[in-house]
């Protein structure tokens, strides 16, 4: 008797696996589905790493047809397999030029991987700080990827069928393909937010040096999308200026940029923030780095309130509507010297879809 309720047991368990792995082929919406074994000839067995994160590690591949891929190999899945479902229908239904695609994905059991489209030119940290590689992006570059990363927010926050807040924007989490468009990665943080919610209650996230100052405070506040709209903010200096935001090989006076682009504005001279100026540049340029400070200043405001929403960002890119004029350059965080470097401060640990460069 025994034997007989094992056995049935088993086959009923079988059963449920097999239930499982079907209803995750046949969720519609959802990016295509590989097998353990796809992804791991594609990644010649997982042996080139592009990044490691808290959750797990990303590999270069090669899909079958050709096509170059990111693969992230989850540590461990952390979540029961409906909810990894959930969550990768979730994010596989987003589709936007200036967001990175996923592709598709692997469950089987307790394995858990993500296959995302392949961004050959890395993340933009490496193309904007100096010493690095890519210090050298000419104006015009530096312009399209302004424009990028503002469509690609802009999108998450108003016509996704929820609003999602990102969280944890920063040089690091935009990656550029081969034409130097910008992408946004790295969901792992985000937050989605009902579409007749305007904000919500959440702990604190993002990196040091990116997180706007309603976030910093004991216990947080409630959370809008202004928060990436601050780290749109910080990002859009940096690129302006080819320097972080907080650099410790600067000298004390300038070693923080938010309180470089404070003094700078008492004395009316915000084009001093940009080093290395040559005559050439200063006169074809000087206006159109003036108006990109001060879109950052309107996204760095103090009260949430008085900062853009993304779409108006991109309408002031594109030179359809006007910066506002009546800012403050009172800065919360330009008083504040960071106690670690933004670049490498420890996070919270990230969801499984995070994607680690």
């Known amino acids: 008797m025994i034997l007989i309720l094992r056995a049935r047991w088993w086959e009923e368990s079988e059963k449920n696996e097999d239930l499982e792995a079907d209803d995750i082929r046949q969720v519609p919406g ?95 940290d490496k193309w904007i700080f100096k010493n690095d590689q890519g210090s050298c992006l000419d104006w015009q570059t530096r312009n399209k990827v302004v424009l990028g990363i503002a469509k690609g927010l802009a999108y998450l926050h108003e016509d996704c069928q929820k609003k999602i807040i990102h969280f944890d924007i920063k040089p690091l989490n935009i990656l550029l393909d081969a034409n130097f468009n910008a992408k946004i990665c790295d969901f792992g943080l985000s937050e989605l937010v009902d579409r007749d919610t305007s904000q919500v209650q959440t702990r604190t996230r993002g990196t040091c040096g990116y997180v706007a100052p309603e976030c910093c405070k004991i216990p947080p506040g409630r959370i809008t999308v202004k928060v990436d709209v601050y780290s749109f903010g910080i990002v859009l200096l940096e690129i302006v200026c080819a320097r972080r935001n907080f650099d410790h090989t600067q000298p ?12 700078k504005a008492e004395q009316d001279r915000l084009i001093d923030i940009v080093e290395n100026l040559d005559d050439q540049y200063m006169q074809s340029d000087r206006e159109e780095i003036i108006r990109m400070i001060k879109i950052a200043a309107w996204c760095l405001q103090d009260d949430p309130e008085r900062r853009p929403l993304m779409s108006a960002v991109v ?12 800012l403050v350059y009172k800065f919360h965080h330009a008083l504040i010297t960071p106690a670690v470097n933004h670049h490498t401060s420890p996070q919270p640990q990230a969801s499984v879809l995070s994607y680690p460069r």
């Open 252 to 263: 004390e006076s300038e070693n923080h940029l938010l309180r470089m682009v404070q003094k």
């Open 30 to 124: 959802t990016p295509v589905r590989f097998s353990y074994e796809d992804l791991r000839v594609a990644t010649h067995d997982f042996s080139e790493t592009l990044g490691k994160g808290g959750s797990g590690s990303v590999f270069k591949g090669v899909l079958l047809d050709g096509t170059h891929v990111a693969v992230k190999k989850l540590d461990r899945l952390g979540q029961d397999m409906s909810s990894f479902l959930a969550e990768v229908e979730a994010i596989g239904s987003i589709n936007h030029f200036n967001l990175v695609r996923l592709i598709g994905f692997c469950a089987e059991k307790s394995s858990g991987l993500l296959v995302f489209e392949y961004m050959n030119k890395g993340s933009l």
């Open 315 to 326: 309408k002031v890119l594109e030179g359809v509507m006007e910066v506002e004029s009546n």
